[in-house]
């Protein structure tokens, strides 16, 4: 369990009037060695979610197969996607299942979609607790930096592309003081059509 806990990342939530955004470093590490420059650390769930996650890669990996073959048979049974809550709520119940036993799993996850109920932002750490917040939420190694950042510009009327802004701007504060986070800037935006993962080009549009 040792080597598991030797990870670092930054991931970051925000939820706004318009929608969600979700942000992360793209470095994954083993202890003190940078393993990839390239990682990805959002996952699309499903045309209206993303996930980003920090910790262990392995136990990612698998609670990701579990979850998307789960609700691909939601899909089939019920003819509709899967509300957030209930995709949190599965995700919790994987995590928990295994939170007492010699090998926990060794991550957290922050999830954000749309729904019939509107836009939802849950965060889920490694004994399988979920809290919903109505504002913002990181996680991982450089998650305190990112909340300083979160903390003193985070406003509810803030736009979607404002909030994209904040977004980057928290990790890259995480990538110059954590060293288990670097190498660049993911970024999934959440909206009423759904979920789109930003090609670097329009990353960079956003900050200039």
Request: aromatic share 6%.
């Amino acid at each position: 369990m040792g080597d598991k806990a030797k990870k670092g990342t930054t991931t970051v939530g925000i939820l706004v009037n318009k929608g969600i955004v979700l942000a992360a470093d793209k470095r994954a590490s083993m202890g003190f060695l940078i393993a990839d420059k390239n990682a990805e650390k959002i996952h699309l769930i499903n045309e209206n979610t993303g996930m980003t996650f920090a910790g262990s890669v392995a136990d990612s990996q698998m609670l990701l197969r579990y979850l998307k073959k789960e609700l691909a048979l939601y899909k089939i049974k019920r003819h509709r996607l899967a509300s957030v809550n209930a995709i949190v709520t599965l995700l919790s119940h994987y995590i928990f299942s295994n939170a007492h036993s010699f090998s926990p799993y060794m991550i957290q996850f922050v999830v954000g979609g749309v729904d019939d109920t509107g836009f939802n932002l849950f965060s889920l750490d490694m004994s399988g607790s979920k809290i919903k917040t109505d504002e913002f939420t990181s996680t991982g190694s450089g998650s305190p930096v990112a909340y300083g950042v979160l903390e003193d510009n985070y406003k509810k009327d803030l736009t979607l592309e404002e909030a994209t802004k904040l977004a980057i701007r928290a990790v890259n504060a995480a990538i110059k003081r954590d060293l288990g986070t670097g190498d660049g800037v993911d970024v999934v935006v959440i909206n009423e059509q759904g979920a789109e993962r930003l090609s670097a080009k329009k990353i960079k549009a956003v900050m200039e």
